[in-house]
């Protein structure tokens, strides 16, 4: 029995000491499970990192958090998030328009027809089209037109194209646009002629498919917008290109007609009654339509209204020529009877007192005119001859003379006290 207290080591856990070996494994064991610890602290932090996403400057991203679409669409830049799965972040580029060709209504063609083009492609009358590969708009007269569209469209309301589309690339947009173009081509085509949307009102007729693309687009909250909407081709069925546009240059010439005539029609009302033929052929129009009815009322009171367009200012051309120059002759003959009235009325009290007296001085008067008048050639018969012969016709030397003192008169009242006048040469 021991009576000190101290520790004795027990027997069986004495520690050896370990050879080399087994030394050198503890150490690479011991620095395996620091290495290993270092590198999965690593991992954690590159996992944590990995939403850190860099949006290009044609893109824009939204977040999708725990598969829920968050409203906010983050710019071209660097975008911190999540790691994946609890952020899923989806870029898309919606700053770059993007052309999508199709070919719905369009003639199917081969790779020989699409070398030598359109208007090179022959069809014969018994080769018809081909339901399954050869697509065609029926107008609203059963017509058949090929169409090829291009469609230019942009991404701009990203998180709306993602939430209500599903649309994680253009595939979503592109299929939704054929199909929304195709319904609202054939709906617009139904109500118009085949003439029209081949060639006479294509414009109209793409513009009012594009304006119904749009609105089906805004009313789905797509998210998407057609910006542009082209027709590079519009064509005929091939079999019947020849006869049709046979068809069209006829027309045509109709058209060019009734526009020639047209014009013609207005040269001559504006040479008639220049910028007022319009309101005086309405006039005109209104008095037969009142006339035909037979309402005297209405027929005096528009021919009151014509006649006020007849003495108006704005009456011009052959019609405000004739007016003026009956306004003016009328004001000439009225003068002419006043002035023969007043003459009149002047002589008549000396007629009834003596009218043989009244016809000598008048005759005195009218014959000093005639005499004294140097244009009148007179002709004085040589006295005591019975008979002499008169050449007919103006003597030259007479006429000389005559001319001679006309322009000594001008000059004496333009320059009194001048005599001298210009000699005529024969």
């Known amino acids: 029995m021991h009576d000190h207290a101290h520790d004795h080591p027990h027997p069986y856990f004495d520690e050896a000491p370990l050879d080399a070996a087994s030394q050198s494994l503890a150490d690479a064991l011991r620095a395996s499970f620091q290495i290993l610890k270092y590198l999965m602290f690593g991992l954690v932090i590159v996992y944590l990192f990995s939403g850190v996403t860099f949006v290009q400057p044609s893109e824009k991203a939204v977040v999708a958090r725990v598969g829920r679409i968050l409203d906010k669409v983050h710019d071209p830049g660097l975008l911190l998030a999540w790691p994946y799965p609890i952020d899923d972040v989806i870029r898309l580029p919606v700053a770059e328009a993007k052309d999508l060709v199709i070919d719905s209504h369009m003639l199917a063609l081969s790779d020989e027809e699409k070398k030598r083009g ?3 492609v ?46 994680r690339n253009r595939e979503a947009a592109e299929g939704l646009l054929t199909a929304l173009v195709e319904h609202a081509a054939i709906d617009v085509a139904s109500s118009m002629r085949a003439e029209d949307v081949y060639r006479r009102r294509l414009e109209e007729f793409r513009v009012a498919v594009r304006n119904r693309v749009n609105a089906d687009l805004e009313a789905l909250e797509s998210g998407v917008t057609l910006t542009d909407l082209k027709v590079p081709v519009s064509i005929v069925p091939i079999q019947v290109r020849d006869d049709f546009e046979e068809t069209q240059r006829a027309e045509n010439r109709r058209r060019t007609k009734i526009q020639e005539a047209e014009k013609e029609q207005t040269r001559i009302l504006n040479d008639a009654a220049g910028s007022a033929y319009r309101a005086v052929v309405a006039a005109l129009g209104e008095i037969e339509q009142a006339r035909l009815a037979g309402d005297e009322a209405v027929l005096t009171r528009k021919e009151a209204q014509l006649e006020q367009l007849l003495e108006g200012e704005e009456l011009s051309g052959a019609a405000g020529r004739m007016i003026a120059e009956a306004r003016g002759r009328s004001s000439r003959v009225v003068g002419a009877i006043e002035n023969d009235l007043r003459e009149y009325l002047a002589l008549l009290p000396e007629y009834e007192h003596n009218a043989r007296l009244l016809f000598a001085r008048k005759w005195d008067v009218t014959r000093n005119i005639i005499l004294n008048n140097p244009e009148v050639t007179k002709i004085y018969r040589p006295a005591g001859a019975l008979q002499f012969r008169v050449k007919i016709g103006p003597d030259p030397e007479h006429e000389r003379e005559a001319e001679t003192d006309k322009y000594k008169q001008e000059l004496e009242s333009l320059a009194p006290g001048v005599h001298e006048a210009p000699v005529i040469v024969p």
Do not use: E
Not at 129 to 139: E, F, I, K, Q, S
């Open 118 to 120: 359109l208007t090179f």
């Open 122 to 167: 022959q069809r014969g009358h018994g080769r018809g089209l081909n339901p399954v590969t050869d697509g065609a708009l029926l107008t609203g007269d059963k017509g058949l037109v090929h169409v090829q569209w291009v469609a230019t469209y942009k991404i701009d309301k990203l998180s709306d194209y993602i939430r209500n589309l599903q649309g």
